[in-house]
């Protein structure tokens, strides 16, 4: 049995492209998958009247502690309908949530993906077909991880 870790953007991970993809791999191996949802936190904090900030690595900036709720709930909700899914399944879904004591660090999916690459046999990164170049440079150094544009 191989370890497989997939990563999906939250703009994907309805796709049934995506999910079918889970399924199979499912079938014979054990699978993690970290769900995403950029886009979404994106316009969460817009509606909360708050500015969307990156760093020079193209990392989301939550300064406050309201900020970062925001982001952790749609982590987790997104967490929460993926593994709802996969249920009965041999797959175990994460959302890239770090804890701190009690700060909520949540962080880049794509950097959780490079911690994570030393204990996997294969690694999936599922996103938009316009970011596949993107995604590409980003893990330019990652020799384990195919990305799959849908």
Not at 13 to 35: A, G, H, P
Not at 69 to 83: G, M, S, V
Not at 87 to 93: C, S
Not at 122 to 147: H, P
């Amino acid at each position: 049995m191989k370890t497989i870790l997939i990563k999906g953007s939250g703009d994907v991970t309805e796709r049934q492209e995506f999910l079918d993809f889970i399924t199979e791999k499912s079938k014979k191996d054990y699978v993690v998958v970290i769900c995403g949802g950029g886009s979404k936190i994106n316009k969460a904090l817009k509606e909360g009247g708050y500015s969307v900030q990156f760093d020079d690595s193209g990392r989301r900036i939550t300064k406050t502690p309201e900020e970062k709720t925001i982001a952790r709930n749609i982590l987790e909700k997104e967490r929460n309908i993926l593994q709802d899914k996969f249920y009965t399944k041999n797959v175990f879904v994460l959302s890239p949530i770090l804890y701190a004591g009690a700060v909520i660090c949540h962080i880049n999916g794509d950097d959780l993906v490079k911690a994570y690459e030393l204990g996997f046999d294969e690694i999936f990164v599922f996103t938009k077909e316009k970011r596949i170049e993107k995604k590409k440079l980003i893990f330019k150094n990652n020799s384990k991880v195919t990305i799959i544009g849908v």
